[in-house]
Each structure stands twice: as C-alpha cells, then as structure tokens.
C-alpha cells in the first residue's frame, strides 16, 4: 500500500518542476514543505528570478516572451547565446572541474526546458533593468543572461504553486521529511514530521530537491571551513541539509565541491536569514564599478576582473577572509547613477561625504589613514587613456597596483562619494548528492538507488568555486524536470 505515487521533498523551484513533470507522466504526486505556507518556496522565492539559458537570439527570445513588442525588440540589442558559450562560461568560471554530463545535460536541455516552463504557464521578460545597459537609445544586454521570470522570484514560486494546485499536486506545509524508508528494494517513502506528529508516508518513488545546507551553520563550519558560521544567510532558513543527510543515511555517494559555496557581498547589517520583505535587496553587486575596502584600508580584491556575473558568486568567500569578515565598497558620483537599485533600498549600509577625508573618516573600523591613501594610490593608476564602458569589459584598468583593477577602474574623485558596508551572505552550498542523467541518486559504487531521484541545489558537481549568475534556477528547472520524469516513469512500471 501506497499513500501517493511520488513524494517530492521540498518546495521550491526544482521541487515544483519535479512535481509538475510527475503529474505529466499520470503520477499522483504529493510535495512536502518543511516551512510553513507564508514562508514556502525556498531560495526560489528570494531570487531575483533571472534564468541563464541558450538562445538563438531574438526568435528564441520570442518563442519564450510572446508578450514581448516590436518596439521593444527595436530597442534592445540581445544579442545571441550559444551552447558553446554556456559550456564555455560553465568550464571557465568553475575551473573546468564541472561534471561534463551533468553540464552537458544543462546546457543542452536548457532552451527546451525554458518552453516547457513557458508552455505550463510560467512567463518570462528580459532583464532590462539588471542585465542591460543603454547605448546610443538601444539596451545592449551582455553577460549571457538574459531572461528572468515575471515578479521575480516571488512572481515565479507563485505561478509554479498555483500551476501544481491546478494539475492536482497535494503540497503539505509545515512537513519536514526526517528520513528516508528504504530496504534492500530501494526507497519506499519518507518519514515525515508534521504538527509535532511523526508518520511514514509511502511512495513508489521519492524525488529530494530539499536545498543544501547553507543554513545550518554547524555544516558550513565543518564543511567550508572555519569562519563560515560567521556568514549571513541569504535565503531560506529552512534549508539545513536534510535531504544530503537522509540520502546519504541510506547508501547515496557524496559528490561535488562540499568545501565551496556561492557567496557574496551582502549587507553588513542584514539579519542573520532572509527576509522576504527585502528579497535579494541586501545584496550588493556594483562594485565593478568602485573599490572594495578592508578593515587596514586596503583593496583584495580585481573588482573588474569581469562582469559581475562571473565575479560575485565567490567574491563572498573574499570578503569574509577579511578582518572583522567586512569590506566597505566606494564609489564617486560619476557612477552611482549606475549603481544597481539594491543600492537605493532604505536598509543599506551607507555613508556619504563631500571629500574623500570625510568619507574614510565615516567607515566604520576602517583605518581612515591607510585607506585614503589606498584610494589616492588607486586613483592615480587608472589608465585614463582607455574609454570607459560598463557593457563590455573596456580594459580600462590600472597600472602597477599589488591587487590590479582589470576593466572598468575610474579615479574616485568626484563628490558626494558613497560607500555601502558588505559582509559575506552565503546563498547555496555546491556540495551533496550524485545523480546520472536520469536524475537518480547513485551509491557509492555508482549504482541507481531504487525509487530515488534528486534535483536543486542538493545536487552536487556542477559548481565548482564558482558560478555563472543564473544558472542555480536554470539547473533546478532542467534536472527538476527529468527528476519528476523519472520518478513519474519508475512509479508507473
Ligand atoms: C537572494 C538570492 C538570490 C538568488 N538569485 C538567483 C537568480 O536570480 N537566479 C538563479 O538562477 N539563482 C538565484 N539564486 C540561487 C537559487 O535560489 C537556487 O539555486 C535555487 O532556487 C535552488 O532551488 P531549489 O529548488 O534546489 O531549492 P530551494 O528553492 O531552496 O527549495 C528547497 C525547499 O526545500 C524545503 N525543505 C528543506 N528541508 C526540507 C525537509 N526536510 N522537508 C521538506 N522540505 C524541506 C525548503 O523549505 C524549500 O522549500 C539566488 C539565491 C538567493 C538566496
């Protein structure tokens, strides 16, 4: 006896991908949340909602956003993103580490996924205001990520919910899985804890997309290594690990980056998890286009190395290297007319000042001396001869500096200067379960756990140090689906 066909542990976007393929394949499906229903969604719901995915250029984009106009698609420039360049930037920036099944069963299924999404319902605008920028009257989009879903995560969690209530998915708040029910036939359900009750629940076939374990901060220490209980969460508060610890309990092979994670510059005084309110708000991802500070007034980091997407995700590990785990990123006015809008939110950590002096007096725990002197030394490097231009990287860089500025360096030398206080805010941890192009979960020697399928975050081995912006809810929604697909098909045999 059965209680449902497939049990999806978790909420989010991979979890809800899962379920709504499973329910495609004539599965009956029940999803488990461990958060109570005005916290559902998991990270999924804090995002920014931006998806990385192949495209052909404008008749892709417009097979995926039909709302969008002809004068619209006048005034943008979208350029074009191919499967060479998705493998490209995914080798690149994880330092060719990356599962190349894994990554070629992302990239490859991406474009398709995307119209699977949009033909469930889900819809999709191109990010105007993040991911381009205004050239002469067009919207020049760069960094190969250009689409995002309608209100953002939120807007996304929203439409995925309402579209599983409609195809019929039972989903349980407030239930947290505890363990899995497995024998020597494979998984037959999970132990689940709701309303301070435990029970087993029994299913064909389980599908984990439960989240890693950023927020449980006694793994991130053993795990990431010393200082990482120190970061801020930016998400959920409810994704500690549970579904790597359950699978793994039963014979499940850990896999992937367990010592890495995606982090970045967050607001110093955000609170310890995210908040819903805020969204990704507290984040800070402008400085290409200023100087990041320490406590001893120094630069650590190539703030123009490249396009923020490529940076950000492990500029976060920097930050809390530092002493006291904060920066202070500095700016002149030249260019916070372009800074991003988590700049002008009411919670940020600002100061403000008409001289560079005043402004390094105003950073708190900053040796002010050392770090006038760092933005004097700063200045007089920039090449001034090269053009300055936020849309490629323009190579406008500094000369002779120990920690050099690559592209986008302008002297800091026109007042009102702002600066806005970071400290690290971990998003997703890279390491946990194996899993074959089927999404099943393999043991350790390398076999199919029966009746056991992972998607998300939990997944590990496709990020590797680092991570191109856009991809955490692209590999959710591609491996989600094939999870919910097999799960669906194994239920059914
Ligand atoms: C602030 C922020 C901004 C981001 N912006 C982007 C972006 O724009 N684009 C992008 O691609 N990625 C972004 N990311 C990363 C992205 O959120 C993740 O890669 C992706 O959402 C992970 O999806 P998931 O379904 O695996 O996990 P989640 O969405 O986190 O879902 C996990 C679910 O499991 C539930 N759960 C946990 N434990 C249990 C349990 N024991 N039992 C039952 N349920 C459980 C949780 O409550 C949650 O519902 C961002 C992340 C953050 C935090």
Same mark, same amino acid.
Request: charged share 25%.
């Given at each position: 006896?059965?209680?449902?066909?497939?049990?999806?542990?978790?909420?989010?976007?991979?979890?809800?991908?899962?379920?709504?393929?499973?329910?495609?394949?004539?599965?009956?499906?029940?999803?488990?949340?461990? $958060?109570? #229903? %005005?916290?559902?969604?998991?990270?999924?719901?804090?995002? *920014?909602? +931006?998806?990385?995915?192949?495209? @052909? =250029?404008?008749?892709?984009?417009?097979?995926?956003?039909?709302?969008?106009?002809?004068?619209?698609?006048?005034?943008?420039?979208?350029?074009?993103?191919?499967?060479?360049?998705?493998?490209?930037?995914?080798?690149?920036?994880?330092?060719?580490?990356?599962?190349?099944?894994?990554?070629?069963?992302?990239?490859?299924?991406?474009?398709?996924?995307?119209?699977?999404?949009?033909?469930?319902?889900?819809?999709?605008?191109?990010?105007?205001?993040?991911?381009?920028?205004?050239?002469?009257?067009?919207?020049?989009?760069?960094?190969?990520?250009?689409?995002?879903?309608?209100?953002?995560?939120?807007?996304?969690?929203?439409?995925?919910?309402?579209? $599983?209530? #409609? %195809?019929?998915?039972?989903?349980?708040?407030?239930?947290? *899985?505890? +363990?899995?029910?497995?024998?020597? @036939? =494979?998984?037959?359900?999970?132990?689940?804890?709701?309303?301070?009750?435990?029970?087993?629940?029994?299913?064909?076939?389980?599908?984990?997309?439960?989240?890693?374990?950023?927020?449980?901060?006694?793994?991130?220490?053993?795990?990431?290594?010393?200082?990482?209980?120190?970061?801020?969460?930016?998400?959920?508060?409810?994704?500690?690990?549970?579904?790597?610890?359950?699978?793994?309990?039963?014979?499940?092979?850990?896999?992937?980056?367990?010592?890495?994670?995606?982090?970045?510059?967050?607001?110093?005084?955000?609170?310890?998890?995210?908040?819903?309110?805020?969204?990704?708000?507290?984040?800070?991802?402008?400085?290409?286009?200023?100087?990041?500070?320490?406590?001893?007034?120094?630069?650590?980091?190539?703030?123009?190395?490249?396009?923020?997407?490529?940076?950000?995700?492990?500029?976060?590990?920097?930050?809390?290297?530092?002493?006291?785990?904060?920066?202070?990123?500095?700016?002149?006015?030249?260019?916070?007319?372009?800074?991003?809008?988590?700049?002008?939110?009411?919670?940020?950590?600002?100061?403000?000042?008409?001289?560079?002096?005043?402004?390094?007096?105003?950073?708190?725990?900053?040796?002010?001396?050392?770090?006038?002197?760092?933005?004097?030394?700063?200045?007089?490097?920039?090449?001034?001869?090269?053009?300055?231009?936020?849309?490629?990287?323009?190579?406008?860089?500094?000369?002779?500096?120990?920690?050099?500025?690559?592209?986008?360096?302008?002297?800091?030398?026109?007042?009102?200067?702002?600066?806005?206080?970071?400290?690290?805010?971990?998003?997703?941890?890279?390491?946990?379960?194996?899993?074959?192009?089927?999404?099943?979960?393999?043991?350790?020697?390398?076999?199919?756990?029966?009746?056991?399928?992972?998607?998300?975050?939990?997944?590990?081995?496709?990020?590797?140090?680092?991570?191109?912006?856009?991809?955490?809810?692209?590999?959710?929604?591609?491996?989600?689906?094939?999870?919910?697909?097999?799960?669906?098909?194994?239920?059914?045999?």
């Amino acid at each position: 006896m059965t209680d449902t066909d497939v049990l999806v542990v978790g909420a989010g976007n991979a979890a809800l991908c899962a379920a709504l393929a499973a329910v495609e394949s004539g599965a009956r499906v029940v999803v488990l949340e461990r $958060a109570p #229903e %005005a916290e559902a969604g998991g990270n999924s719901r804090f995002t *920014a909602g +931006a998806f990385r995915c192949v495209y @052909d =250029g404008e008749g892709d984009l417009r097979a995926l956003m039909p709302d969008l106009t002809d004068a619209e698609v006048a005034s943008a420039d979208f350029g074009t993103y191919g499967e060479a360049q998705f493998f490209d930037d995914m080798g690149r920036i994880t330092e060719y580490r990356t599962d190349p099944a894994l990554c070629e069963t992302l990239v490859t299924r991406s474009r398709e996924t995307m119209r699977w999404m949009q033909r469930r319902g889900v819809r999709f605008m191109p990010i105007w205001g993040r991911q381009a920028y205004r050239v002469g009257g067009r919207f020049r989009f760069w960094g190969g990520l250009t689409v995002e879903a309608w209100g953002g995560g939120p807007g996304l969690v929203e439409t995925l919910y309402r579209l $599983a209530r #409609e %195809a019929g998915v039972e989903i349980r708040y407030g239930a947290q *899985a505890r +363990a899995l029910l497995a024998d020597d @036939d =494979g998984v037959r359900g999970v132990e689940v804890r709701q309303g301070g009750r435990t029970t087993a629940l029994r299913a064909k076939a389980v599908v984990l997309a439960c989240g890693g374990f950023e927020s449980n901060p006694e793994w991130r220490t053993r795990y990431l290594g010393p200082g990482w209980d120190l970061a801020k969460v930016r998400g959920t508060r409810f994704n500690t690990g549970d579904g790597i610890r359950m699978a793994l309990a039963a014979g499940a092979a850990a896999y992937g980056n367990w010592s890495g994670c995606h982090a970045v510059g967050w607001d110093r005084n955000a609170p310890e998890f995210g908040d819903l309110a805020v969204g990704d708000g507290f984040q800070k991802h402008s400085y290409p286009l200023g100087v990041m500070l320490n406590a001893r007034g120094e630069r650590f980091v190539d703030e123009g190395a490249d396009f923020r997407n490529y940076t950000y995700a492990k500029y976060g590990r920097a930050i809390l290297a530092q002493p006291g785990q904060f920066a202070w990123q500095v700016f002149d006015a030249k260019v916070l007319p372009l800074l991003r809008d988590e700049y002008r939110i009411r919670q940020a950590t600002r100061v403000r000042a008409d001289t560079l002096e005043a402004l390094c007096d105003k950073l708190e725990d900053v040796d002010a001396r050392a770090a006038l002197a760092t933005l004097r030394t700063f200045n007089a490097a920039v090449r001034t001869d090269v053009g300055f231009d936020p849309n490629v990287k323009d190579g406008r860089g500094t000369v002779g500096l120990a920690v050099p500025k690559s592209n986008w360096a302008n002297p800091i030398d026109t007042p009102p200067f702002e600066a806005f206080a970071v400290t690290c805010g971990v998003t997703f941890t890279f390491g946990g379960l194996r899993i074959d192009a089927a999404a099943r979960v393999l043991d350790e020697a390398g076999a199919p756990i029966a009746g056991l399928y992972a998607a998300g975050e939990l997944v590990g081995g496709l990020f590797y140090n680092n991570y191109p912006g856009g991809t955490g809810l692209m590999a959710g929604a591609v491996f989600g689906r094939i999870a919910g697909t097999s799960a669906g098909a194994f239920a059914g045999a």
